[in-house]
T-cell receptor, first 113, second 114 residues
Framework: NAGVMQNPRHLVRRRGQEARLRCSPM?????VYWYRQLPEEGLKFMVY????????ESGMPKERFSAEFPKEGPSILRIQQVVRGDSAAYFC???????????FGPGTRLTVT | AQTVTQSQPEMSVQEAETVTLSCTYD???????LFWYKQPPSRQMILVIR??????QNATENRFSVNFQKAAKSFSLKISDSQLGDAAMYFC???????????FGEGTQLTVNP
C-alpha cells in the first residue's frame, strides 16, 4: 500500500504567481489534512477535507488560499499571488474513516523568490 | 484553545544511552490522543508512538516509551539505547477525540553523539 504522495516535492514561484500543491491520500483513506511548517517551527493545521467537502478550514488564511478534494483525483492546495511569507513546507496527511491516526506525506517545500 | 509546549529546543545523548524529551499540553477535554512524531533531515513525518488518554498504561514501542501523567498534563518520550538513526526533530502532538486537527509543539532537536 503506497503511502501518501505529494507533488511536487519542491516548488519555486516568483512573487505574484500561483502555487498548486497536490496530495494523493493512501488507498482507502477518505480524509485529508493540510499542515504548514514555517522554518524553525512546528506544523500548523490549515484545513481538513473529505471527498467533495471542506470540513474544517479554520486554519486557512482568509485570502489567497483555497483547498479542494474532488470526487476523483488528488487533493489540491492552491495559493494565489504568492508572497515571500508563504515560503514553507506544506504537508498533507490522510486517514481512513473513524481513525485517529494521520499518515503524512513527504511534504512540498515552497520557495517564493 | 489547546496548546502543546516542548520546553527543550535541543537535546543531546550519547549513543546507547537513554534520553527523555518533555511535553506538556493544555486542554479542558477529558478524552483525547497524544502522539510523538519524528522528523529526520528528510523532513518526512514519522509516527513514533501514540497514547489514548483514557488508558492509564503507558504506551511502549520497542525502544520508545512514554510517561503519561494525565493530571499534570505531561507526556514525555523516553528513548532507550539511543541509536544514531534516532537523531531528528521530535514533535509532540495532541488531538481531541471528537476533533480532527493535530496540534503540534515547537519541536525538540535531538542529537545522538557516537
Amino acid at each position: 500500500n503506497a503511502g501518501v504522495m505529494q507533488n511536487p516535492r519542491h516548488l519555486v514561484r516568483r512573487r505574484g504567481q500561483e502555487a498548486r500543491l497536490r496530495c494523493s491520500p493512501m488507498k482507502g483513506h477518505s480524509h485529508v489534512y493540510w499542515y504548514r511548517q514555517l522554518p524553525e517551527e512546528g506544523l500548523k493545521f490549515m484545513v481538513y477535507l473529505q471527498k467533495e467537502n471542506i470540513i474544517d478550514e479554520s486554519g486557512m488564511p482568509k485570502e489567497r488560499f483555497s483547498a479542494e478534494f474532488p470526487k476523483e483525483g488528488p487533493s489540491i492546495l492552491r495559493i494565489q499571488q504568492v508572497v515571500r511569507g508563504d515560503s514553507a513546507a506544506y504537508f498533507c496527511a490522510s486517514s481512513p474513516l473513524k481513525s485517529y491516526e494521520q499518515y503524512f506525506g513527504p511534504g512540498t517545500r515552497l520557495t517564493v523568490t | 484553545a489547546q496548546t502543546v509546549t516542548q520546553s527543550q529546543p535541543e537535546m543531546s545523548v550519547q549513543e546507547a544511552e537513554t534520553v527523555t524529551l518533555s511535553c506538556t499540553y493544555d486542554t479542558s477535554e477529558s478524552d483525547y490522543y497524544l502522539f510523538w512524531y519524528k522528523q529526520p533531515p528528510s523532513r518526512q513525518m514519522i509516527l513514533v508512538i501514540r497514547q489514548e488518554a483514557y488508558k492509564q498504561q503507558n504506551a511502549t514501542e520497542n525502544r520508545f516509551s512514554v510517561n503519561f501523567q494525565k493530571a499534570a498534563k505531561s507526556f514525555s518520550l523516553k528513548i532507550s539505547d539511543s541509536q544514531l538513526g534516532d537523531a531528528a526533530m521530535y514533535f509532540c502532538a495532541y488531538r481531541e477525540t471528537s476533533g480532527s486537527r493535530l496540534t503540534f509543539g515547537e519541536g525538540t532537536q535531538l542529537t545522538v553523539n557516537p
